[in-house]
């Protein structure tokens, strides 16, 4: 059967646009946020939207909410909390390798949960590098005693192979089997360094997902369900945590035994030089926590109102319990509202406690006023760039909308109706995995998250079936040191290979796909209702009558 496929004048406007956009975003011939800036040039030019429909969507108020998260994070690297934090954790799990490579992992994706998995990833890694010098000496030094090792041992077995075979040379073979001792404890240090580096940034990674505002793709997901799907307020930070943060927790365990097995760090062999150098990277740690001195009342308050942020948007409207929300007129609060009271009141807090005996004695000494947070830090820790990258990706999906394309590529996805949703989860986030590997997360989400939901609407499946794993799935780029900035920072270190990330990057691939897959199918099934297409979902012009009901199992049963 010939399939002929027709656009019309409308839609193909608007193709041109989204793929002018895609081939922009992936190339980075303009910078990103250059591009995302075009709807606003080329949709009222070319007839599609109007410009009051476009400029709006580069402030939602899930901009808002990323706004707010941003502001927060840039008070935590202001007074040093999350260096604090950090230490902390190492100094509770030990210098073991493999517990020290988990104390990296969980600190990495704590911080990632709440500052951006760069600041996360160019925070550790001193940490990382000083604990490591500690351990097994300067990196340059442990390459060249490697090298060296090598060639002694080369040349001892040359000297053993000349010798005569009625006088067996024992000293040598004595020193040939230190040789080969002191190699493969260079070898050892080695791989334990490179598991060390690379944990670090896929651990940023992977705690990005945890949040709304862990990642910007999170937040694209929610801005494209209330342009899409207006009726749907199943996601919310609340929602989102409970759902993500198991699943991330679930992924770190794995991809810490992978990462230990790999790279050496659940070697139990005992060895004298080992205990002692831990000893001293355990001194290290100590060192550096002392030197930050005592708790200061900067870190108190940013630490009380951080946890007020984070408590407060997780109990707005949770689903599963009766939220605080409920005490205001029903719609009217939102995140981005929790998010920037909170932000708000760190611009007048005093960072010093104040004196109280000034109010009973104006001549008594008070101390010098200085807010928590003052507007210029904000202004230059605050990524512009990333919330209009925000914005035209909004845009980009109101155009699709309110000019059909998204109808009219859903209505060419057909051969696709075959697949049963099981394996189509698995496929999608296989898929947004591997180009993520070649594009930012960002520009790959808000390309490919329009055409899922216009997929799953024509399979009649729930679309946050469909559209959760893809928006995960792009935070997972392991692969290659160009696929995420925090990769490029670890790989700069000159200490990994590409090969050495390819290896270890794919295997977190395949763990990352089947654990979201395992996560949709089990709690995610429950908690989002995904086992029935919703009435939020169905298109607005058609009846109830004429929109069955399809459940995930019966497709299955089907397909």
Not at 157 to 175: G, I, N, V, Y
Not at 510 to 525: E, P, Q, R
């Amino acid at each position: 059967m010939k399939v002929v496929f027709r656009i019309l004048p409308f839609e193909g406007k608007c193709l041109y646009v989204v793929l002018l956009m895609a081939v922009y975003w992936c190339t980075e011939a303009l910078p990103l946020a250059v591009t995302a800036m075009l709807p606003v040039c080329l949709f009222p030019t070319m007839g599609i939207l109007p410009s009051k429909k476009v400029c709006v969507q580069y402030f939602l108020e899930t901009n808002f909410l990323f706004l707010s998260g941003l502001v927060m994070a840039s008070a935590i690297e202001e007074w040093g909390l999350h260096r604090r934090v950090a230490l902390k954790v190492l100094k509770i799990v030990g210098v073991k390798p493999a517990w020290l490579i988990l104390g990296m992992m969980i600190t990495s994706s704590f911080l990632s949960m709440w500052l951006s998995n760069t600041a996360t990833t160019a925070m550790m890694l001193p940490i990382a590098n000083a604990i490591l010098e500690s351990l097994f000496g300067n990196v340059e030094t442990l390459k060249e005693n490697c090298d060296s090792q090598v060639k002694m041992h080369v040349l001892h077995f040359e000297k053993q192979m000349l010798a005569t075979e009625d006088r067996p040379d024992w000293t040598d073979r004595s020193e040939q089997k230190n040789l080969e001792e002191a190699r493969r404890e260079a070898q050892y240090q080695m791989k334990v360094w490179k598991g060390f580096l690379i944990c670090i940034p896929y651990s940023a990674s992977i705690g990005g997902t945890a949040t709304l505002t862990g990642t910007a793709p999170n937040l694209i997901l929610v801005g494209q369900l209330k342009s899409y799907f207006p009726e749907c307020d199943l996601i919310n930070f609340g929602s989102w945590f409970v759902f993500a943060f198991p699943l991330m927790l679930l992924f770190l365990i794995l991809g810490w035994i992978w990462i230990a097995f790999l790279y050496g760090g659940l070697n139990t062999r005992k060895h004298d030089e080992r205990e002692a150098t831990e000893a001293k990277a355990t001194a290290v740690i100590d060192e550096d926590y002392k030197k930050l001195g005592p708790i200061k009342f900067a870190e108190v308050s940013i630490a009380f109102f951080f946890i007020l942020f984070a408590v407060l948007l997780f109990t707005r409207d949770p689903k599963f319990i009766t939220g605080w929300s409920t005490f205001f007129n029903k719609g009217y609060v939102s995140d981005a509202v929790t998010g920037v009271i909170i932000i708000s009141i760190l611009f007048f807090f005093p960072s010093q406690r104040p004196s109280l005996h000034w109010w009973f004695d104006s001549r008594a000494s008070n101390t010098p006023y200085v807010p928590l947070l003052s507007w210029r830090k904000a202004q230059e820790c605050v990524p512009w760039n990333i919330i209009l990258l925000l914005g035209g990706g909004f845009a980009m999906a109101k155009g699709c909308e309110e000019s059909g394309l998204a109808v009219w590529i859903g209505k060419h996805l057909q051969p696709l109706t075959q697949v049963p949703p099981s394996v189509a989860v698995i496929l999608i986030t296989a898929f947004i995995a591997c180009f993520t590997e070649i594009a930012s997360n960002m520009a790959t989400i808000i390309i490919f998250l329009p055409v899922i939901a216009e997929l799953a609407i024509h399979v009649k499946v729930n679309p946050l079936y469909f559209m959760i794993p893809a928006t995960t799935g792009c935070s997972y780029a392991f692969m290659l040191p160009v696929s995420t900035p925090p990769n490029s920072i670890a790989f700069a270190s000159g200490h990994l290979m590409v090969k050495d990330m390819v290896k270890t990057g794919f295997v977190m691939n395949i763990l990352g796909i089947l654990c979201v897959s395992l996560a949709m199918n089990t709690w995610g099934l429950h908690m989002f209702n995904l086992h029935t297409y919703p009435d939020w979902a169905r298109p607005l012009n058609a009846s109830s009558a004429s929109v069955a009901t399809y459940t995930i199992a019966t497709m299955n049963m089907t397909g």
